[in-house]
């Protein structure tokens, strides 16, 4: 919101530098963005009054005008109509500069020499009236500097309101904040209104229909106004702003929403059917054509300001074509009333409407405030239209909204939160400064605060304390280290587990990536999630910011694939990255969601980046899979089990896997289905895995690590080949060893896979390397051969296998 600090100096006296001001400001709360410095916009402008104007000898429009500039006496060629002898008038020089980049000279127009151009205000930018010159006040020195006598300089300072300071939404508001803040007095202006004709009861009435939409509606009328344009002082305040002047009734509704934070709107009466107001909520797809001249279709229960027959305005937002001022309006039905701020906020978003209005009744404006509004405007309108105002005014206020608070204070609290010596003196004149009513207790040290209506944001004592903080000023409480505990706090398990996973994971080769936790609303069609448990279990937000965060995550594949896709846009050759984060699930209404722990990973494109050492290759399955059996390994759990099976829609079902570890799924990992990599626009093959690192960290803790001494002895090789069924997995294999216990065995591993000439149909041949040796002595050939025939033995019994020669 843009001020004027010349408009600030009418509320309160500031005596202090607009860049210090500036610093207050903020420093209490209120940011100041920018300071913008206003000048008159021309240069060379003076106030000179017309001796006399005779005709131009040589042309019919223009006049010889003879101008007394203060120092000395000019002939000026004007064409203004309505330039004559005795007004004063501004005179732009030889040399002078007016808006548009022109520079003023001496010339000769049709044989006579002009010294200079008698200006209008749009000339000067000063206005839009170009029908003539300007006329100055008769008492105008002459040969003043123009921005001088207008006094045009100003400060403007662009200040970031917060949504809780509506208050603040206003020029009063803020010179309330700066009174607080330099200890001076607000100085308000007069809102008394100066009535007569017949009393308005006569003329118009207000219904309303929806009061928990509009809890309170006045009006007054305002007759025989003209419709002229309003004095400068009142447009300079308005474009100092950021409002264009449009005629002296609109812009004295606007005048008074900055003023006073209170939106208004002016209705020409005679447009209103049977000259009375209906507040209703609209039905569905109604239309309405507004200001804007653009025709709306309405959502049902937009709240509607109508006539006795048809809207003219959308509540709190903008007003009707059908009821527009124009330039022969004579009678105003001013409106002025608080509306329900939810309802303003969800009419203003669904119409993508974000106007001044609208965005202050969607933070509230002072519900005691509304009638003294409405008269300091009609007041204005009265003086501005040379009108008068009916007797009495309208206040329908049906649901009222404003119940005074008495919110209990302690001293001992104030200094306990802020660390601080304040005195009770102090707090007092802090209390008042902001306009609130303290009363304090017969127990001393503690007060009753009961704060202005138009600060519905305090609610309670910390609420008074943060006002006093900030008023007080930040800067003047001092700086204070906490006490540590006594006892240091161990890290959680999932901290735990992330320490010890960075560095296999960037080992690897991998890079860290932090995404939303918000995804598309699409992702369960885009990972072929569609009917699947997993989407049914995605939590919606209620007010997302756009449909691509609507979601909130249950896996973290379609953040990295994301991810992906933008890196392979730009070219990128290879992606390896992985991420700690949190999944998503919806436990029912009303209920908080399901967090879950995961690190997930993600595999694409070469193995190694270009070298002449190392063959063009593509990451695959085996790659990501090496990565989670050093996590395992690094966790001292388990060799983990990946039984291959279709784990996840969106991954390929001939090259997936659940992950498990003593009996229980952990994660999976698997190539993404060649249909997804298509959908998102992506080549080649991508490999993920998901880890639950609850289920992890419940797994760590239950796995006691025993330590077995190196042997310095000499070990022994045996190998062995299975024949077994196709859709056998190696991991059958090892998890018969493993049940063997076997006490010289130290390790067994997968060393061959083969399938095609001298293997039986529907098999596959798998070798077994077993490594034997003893902590004890070197093994016989003898003591390794029994143990190696035992174990072979077992797997060909067990798994129904067949030795492969």
Request: charged share 30%; net charge negative; aromatic share 6%.
């Given at each position: 919101?843009?001020?004027?600090?010349?408009?600030?100096?009418?509320?309160?006296?500031?005596?202090?530098?607009?860049?210090?001001?500036?610093?207050?400001?903020?420093?209490?709360?209120?940011?100041?963005?920018?300071?913008?410095?206003?000048?008159?916009?021309?240069?060379?402008?003076?106030?000179?009054?017309?001796?006399?104007?005779?005709?131009?000898?040589?042309?019919?429009?223009?006049?010889?005008?003879?101008?007394?500039?203060?120092?000395?006496?000019?002939?000026?060629?004007?064409?203004?109509?309505?330039?004559?002898?005795?007004?004063?008038?501004?005179?732009?020089?030889?040399?002078?500069?007016?808006?548009?980049?022109?520079?003023?000279?001496?010339?000769?127009?049709?044989?006579?020499?002009?010294?200079?151009?008698?200006?209008?205000?749009?000339?000067?930018?000063?206005?839009?009236?170009?029908?003539?010159?300007?006329?100055?006040?008769?008492?105008?020195?002459?040969?003043?500097?123009?921005?001088?006598?207008?006094?045009?300089?100003?400060?403007?300072?662009?200040?970031?309101?917060?949504?809780?300071?509506?208050?603040c939404l206003s020029v009063i508001g803020v010179a309330r904040e700066i009174a607080a803040l330099t200890g001076k007095k607000v100085r308000l202006p007069d809102w008394t209104v100066e009535e007569k004709g017949e009393a308005i009861e006569k003329v118009t009435s207000v219904t309303i229909l929806d009061p928990d939409y509009c809890p309170r509606y006045c009006a007054r009328i305002i007759r025989d106004v003209k419709i002229k344009p309003s004095p400068l002082w009142m447009r300079r305040r308005l474009e100092a702003a950021g409002l264009r002047a449009i005629n002296n009734?609109?812009?004295?509704?606007?005048?008074?929403?900055?003023?006073?934070?209170?939106?208004?709107?002016?209705?020409?009466?005679?447009?209103?059917?049977?000259?009375?107001?209906?507040?209703?909520?609209?039905?569905?797809?109604?239309?309405?054509?507004?200001?804007?001249?653009?025709?709306?279709?309405?959502?049902?229960?937009?709240?509607?300001?109508?006539?006795?027959?048809?809207?003219?305005?959308?509540?709190?937002?903008?007003?009707?074509?059908?009821?527009?001022?124009?330039?022969?309006?004579?009678?105003?039905?001013?409106?002025?009333?608080?509306?329900?701020?939810?309802?303003?906020?969800?009419?203003?978003?669904?119409?993508?409407?974000?106007?001044?209005?609208?965005?202050?009744?969607?933070?509230?404006?002072?519900?005691?405030?509304?009638?003294?509004?409405?008269?300091?405007?009609?007041?204005?309108?009265?003086?501005?239209?040379?009108?008068?105002?009916?007797?009495?005014?309208?206040?329908?206020?049906?649901?009222?909204?404003?119940?005074?608070?008495?919110?209990?204070?302690?001293?001992?609290?104030?200094?306990?939160?802020?660390?601080?010596?304040?005195?009770?003196?102090?707090?007092?004149?802090?209390?008042?400064?902001?306009?609130?009513?303290?009363?304090?207790?017969?127990?001393?040290?503690?007060?009753?605060?009961?704060?202005?209506?138009?600060?519905?944001?305090?609610?309670?004592?910390?609420?008074?304390?943060?006002?006093?903080?900030?008023?007080?000023?930040?800067?003047?409480?001092?700086?204070?280290?906490?006490?540590?505990?006594?006892?240091?706090?161990?890290?959680?398990?999932?901290?735990?587990?992330?320490?010890?996973?960075?560095?296999?994971?960037?080992?690897?080769?991998?890079?860290?990536?932090?995404?939303?936790?918000f995804i598309s609303a699409n992702f369960p069609d885009q990972l072929h999630l569609q009917g699947e448990k997993e989407a049914r279990e995605a939590v919606r937000l209620r007010n997302p910011l756009s449909e691509e965060q609507a979601l909130m995550r249950t896996n973290m594949v379609y953040s990295l694939l994301d991810t992906l896709s933008k890196n392979a846009r730009l070219g990128v050759g290879e992606v390896k990255i992985f991420e700690f984060g949190r999944v998503y699930f919806s436990r029912g209404e009303g209920k908080t969601p399901q967090e879950v722990p995961v690190?997930?990973?993600?595999?694409?494109?070469?193995?190694?980046?270009?070298?002449?050492?190392?063959?063009?290759?593509?990451?695959?399955?085996?790659?990501?899979?090496?990565?989670?059996?050093?996590?395992?390994?690094?966790?001292?759990?388990?060799?983990?089990?990946?039984?291959?099976?279709?784990?996840?829609?969106?991954?390929?079902?001939?090259?997936?896997?659940?992950?498990?570890?003593?009996?229980?799924?952990?994660?999976?990992?698997?190539?993404?289905?060649?249909?997804?990599?298509?959908?998102?626009?992506?080549?080649?093959?991508?490999?993920?895995?998901?880890?639950?690192?609850?289920?992890?960290?419940?797994?760590?803790?239950?796995?006691?690590?025993?330590?077995?001494?190196?042997?310095?002895?000499?070990?022994?090789?045996?190998?062995?080949?299975?024949?077994?069924?196709?859709?056998?997995?190696?991991?059958?294999?090892?998890?018969?060893?493993?049940?063997?216990?076997?006490?010289?065995?130290?390790?067994?591993?997968?060393?061959?896979?083969?399938?095609?000439?001298?293997?039986?149909?529907?098999?596959?041949?798998?070798?077994?390397?077993?490594?034997?040796?003893?902590?004890?002595?070197?093994?016989?050939?003898?003591?390794?051969?029994?143990?190696?025939?035992?174990?072979?033995?077992?797997?060909?019994?067990?798994?129904?296998?067949?030795?492969?020669?």
């Amino acid at each position: 919101m843009k001020v004027s600090l010349r408009w600030l100096k009418d509320y309160v006296e500031i005596d202090v530098p607009a860049r210090e001001l500036a610093e207050m400001l903020t420093m209490a709360g209120t940011e100041v963005e920018s300071i913008e410095e206003l000048g008159a916009g021309f240069s060379g402008v003076v106030a000179a009054r017309i001796l006399s104007v005779r005709p131009h000898p040589q042309a019919d429009k223009l006049k010889l005008c003879e101008v007394d500039m203060g120092k000395e006496v000019v002939q000026v060629v004007c064409g203004a109509p309505n330039v004559a002898a005795g007004q004063v008038a501004p005179l732009a020089t030889v040399g002078a500069e007016i808006p548009g980049g022109y520079i003023i000279k001496a010339s000769t127009i049709r044989g006579e020499v002009s010294y200079g151009m008698l200006c209008s205000e749009q000339e000067l930018g000063l206005g839009e009236d170009h029908s003539g010159i300007m006329v100055l006040p008769p008492d105008t020195p002459v040969g003043k500097d123009l921005g001088e006598l207008l006094d045009l300089k100003d400060t403007v300072f662009d200040l970031a309101i917060t949504p809780n300071r509506g208050d603040c939404l206003s020029v009063i508001g803020v010179a309330r904040e700066i009174a607080a803040l330099t200890g001076k007095k607000v100085r308000l202006p007069d809102w008394t209104v100066e009535e007569k004709g017949e009393a308005i009861e006569k003329v118009t009435s207000v219904t309303i229909l929806d009061p928990d939409y509009c809890p309170r509606y006045c009006a007054r009328i305002i007759r025989d106004v003209k419709i002229k344009p309003s004095p400068l002082w009142m447009r300079r305040r308005l474009e100092a702003a950021g409002l264009r002047a449009i005629n002296n009734m609109v812009d004295v509704t606007n005048f008074v929403m900055l003023e006073m934070g209170q939106p208004l709107h002016a209705f020409d009466y005679r447009f209103l059917e049977e000259g009375r107001i209906v507040v209703r909520k609209a039905k569905a797809e109604e239309k309405f054509v507004s200001l804007d001249e653009k025709e709306r279709r309405l959502k049902e229960g937009t709240l509607l300001i109508c006539d006795g027959v048809k809207p003219v305005a959308i509540a709190g937002i903008m007003g009707g074509l059908n009821s527009e001022v124009k330039d022969d309006t004579n009678t105003i039905l001013l409106e002025s009333a608080y509306f329900h701020p939810p309802a303003i906020r969800r009419a203003a978003r669904a119409l993508g409407m974000s106007t001044d209005a609208a965005f202050r009744f969607e933070r509230g404006v002072d519900p005691e405030g509304v009638v003294k509004a409405l008269n300091r405007a009609a007041k204005l309108m009265a003086e501005l239209g040379e009108g008068y105002v009916l007797k009495g005014y309208i206040d329908n206020y049906p649901l009222p909204v404003y119940t005074p608070k008495d919110i209990p204070l302690r001293l001992g609290r104030i200094n306990g939160v802020l660390g601080t010596d304040i005195r009770e003196g102090e707090v007092e004149r802090i209390l008042e400064a902001l306009q609130m009513e303290v009363r304090k207790e017969p127990a001393g040290r503690s007060w009753r605060v009961t704060p202005p209506s138009y600060r519905r944001d305090i609610e309670r004592e910390i609420d008074l304390i943060e006002e006093i903080a900030r008023v007080y000023g930040y800067e003047h409480i001092g700086v204070t280290m906490p006490r540590p505990s006594d006892e240091p706090k161990g890290k959680g398990e999932e901290e735990r587990l992330r320490n010890l996973l960075y560095p296999v994971l960037m080992g690897a080769g991998l890079s860290e990536v932090i995404t939303y936790s918000f995804i598309s609303a699409n992702f369960p069609d885009q990972l072929h999630l569609q009917g699947e448990k997993e989407a049914r279990e995605a939590v919606r937000l209620r007010n997302p910011l756009s449909e691509e965060q609507a979601l909130m995550r249950t896996n973290m594949v379609y953040s990295l694939l994301d991810t992906l896709s933008k890196n392979a846009r730009l070219g990128v050759g290879e992606v390896k990255i992985f991420e700690f984060g949190r999944v998503y699930f919806s436990r029912g209404e009303g209920k908080t969601p399901q967090e879950v722990p995961v690190c997930a990973c993600l595999v694409w494109g070469d193995r190694v980046g270009d070298s002449w050492h190392f063959p063009k290759e593509q990451a695959d399955f085996y790659d990501l899979k090496g990565v989670v059996e050093n996590i395992f390994e690094v966790l001292k759990l388990p060799a983990p089990i990946f039984q291959a099976a279709a784990a996840k829609p969106f991954l390929h079902p001939g090259r997936a896997a659940w992950i498990s570890c003593i009996g229980g799924e952990v994660g999976f990992i698997g190539e993404i289905h060649p249909d997804v990599m298509r959908a998102m626009d992506l080549r080649g093959r991508a490999v993920v895995c998901e880890l639950n690192l609850s289920k992890l960290a419940d797994l760590s803790r239950e796995v006691r690590v025993s330590y077995r001494e190196l042997s310095k002895y000499p070990g022994s090789v045996r190998d062995a080949a299975f024949v077994v069924p196709k859709e056998m997995e190696a991991a059958s294999l090892l998890e018969i060893v493993f049940r063997e216990k076997e006490e010289l065995l130290e390790r067994v591993l997968v060393f061959d896979v083969y399938e095609g000439q001298n293997i039986p149909p529907g098999t596959r041949s798998i070798g077994l390397r077993f490594y034997y040796r003893s902590p004890k002595r070197t093994l016989t050939d003898e003591e390794v051969a029994r143990s190696h025939e035992r174990l072979v033995n077992a797997i060909v019994r067990e798994a129904k296998a067949t030795l492969r020669a």
